[in-house]
């Protein structure tokens, strides 16, 4: 598949999640109970409380707060435009938006994307009431039919055994990373605690942008210089 890629027809994605409300007492009896159910296995000896600090993981639990989307302009350029927003079905609609603007063929790529992007994106668009757009839809299609790619899994090459960070990954290929100063497990305190969402935006387009480099070094293709990759307002 990567032979023949057309970059052009490529969409790389990223999101950012945290936990619906900011705290395990804000969160609703019923939903305590369920989350505890939901949990169960996971939390070790941690009590619901303590755990709930991971429910941005569960889109039954969690919410999306940015959707960050790199668009290939040419074989040497990357347009990145982010959708960040406290209300998450305005910016799960305007993604939704930009899809059905294009290509039903459009080809999205995403690190640990199939397990994780992908069907979250679309766990919260049901809840929220939004119709799949057809690059998202997966249902009754052949596996062939499915124009979704995943760098986490083309790293694997059959090996289910472990998962591979992009940071791991960027590190090996060379990919030059600038040194963020947040990670993916304090996402969830920038965003409640300190009410920072422009800076998760940040840390969220500088994944995309990473992706977007390891699948060219996946192809084998010379990496993008910075000056040709573009940050687009929201």
């Not at 296995?41 to 600090?53: A, G, L, S």
């Not at 057809?134 to 009754?140: A, E, P, T």
Request: glycine residues 4%; contains cysteine.
């Amino acid at each position: 598949m990567l032979e023949n890629l057309d970059f052009q027809n490529v969409m790389v994605i990223d999101i950012e999640t945290v936990p619906q409300y900011s705290s395990y007492d804000q969160l609703p009896a019923p939903m305590q109970k369920l989350w505890a159910d939901k949990t169960k296995r996971q939390r070790n000896d941690e009590t619901p409380e303590e755990f709930y600090k991971c429910a941005g993981i569960l889109a039954e639990f969690g919410k999306i707060i940015c959707i960050s989307a790199g668009i290939f302009t040419n074989s040497h350029g990357l347009r990145v435009k982010s959708f960040a927003s406290h209300d998450e079905a305005s910016l799960l609609q305007k993604f939704a938006d930009l899809l059905n603007g294009m290509s039903e063929k459009l080809i999205l790529v995403g690190h640990n994307a199939k397990e994780f992007d992908f069907p979250y994106i679309c766990r919260r668009m049901l809840i929220n009431r939004i119709k799949l757009p057809k690059q998202l839809d997966i249902s009754c299609k052949k596996p062939w039919e499915i124009c979704h790619m995943d760098t986490m899994e083309m790293w694997k090459f059959g090996d289910f055994k472990n998962y591979t960070s992009l940071s791991l990954l960027a590190a090996i290929f060379g990919i030059p990373t600038p040194k963020d100063d947040i990670d993916g497990s304090m996402v969830a305190d920038v965003y409640w605690i300190n009410n920072e969402l422009d800076r998760i935006c940040t840390y969220c387009q500088k994944d995309v942008v990473t992706t977007a480099q390891l699948l060219k070094r996946f192809k084998g293709d010379e990496l993008l210089e910075d000056d040709n990759i573009t940050i687009v307002s929201q």
